[in-house]
């Protein structure tokens, strides 16, 4: 399917385009967030936060979520592509359970999202 960005917005949806590297995404609520430093797209606030660091010389930096690893090695940030556009989210939050949902076709497998082996 073929859409253009103003076929997009007219049918009601919000779909924002970055200008700089041209991607357009879904916005959920206030949750989606597009990062004009790195270009990456995040699915939630905390993700968002959670990629940047700001150093002692004030500038924040971006990181790559696929380098972000928790003590323990594992990866703080999941990717889920759709419509061809990369979003990162960050695996136990609700935010991110809420967007897997949100994208299977089947409620039925909200059940095995609850039965993840808990970290640590
Ligand atoms: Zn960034
Ligand atoms: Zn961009």
Sequence with gaps: MRQTLNEAQRDGRTHPRCGRCGIIWRQS???TGHCSGCHRTFDSLEAFD???V???TGRVVCRDPA???RGDGSPVFES???DG???WGIPMS???RATLAGMRPSAGDAVA???LPGAG
């Design 29 to 31: 609520g206030n949750r």
């Design 50 to 52: 959670k990629h940047q």
């Design 54 to 56: 700001i150093p002692e």
């Design 67 to 69: 380098e972000v690893k």
């Design 80 to 82: 889920r592509i759709r």
């Design 85 to 87: 556009v990369t979003y």
């Design 94 to 96: 609700d935010a991110w």
């Design 113 to 115: 999202l609850e039965g």
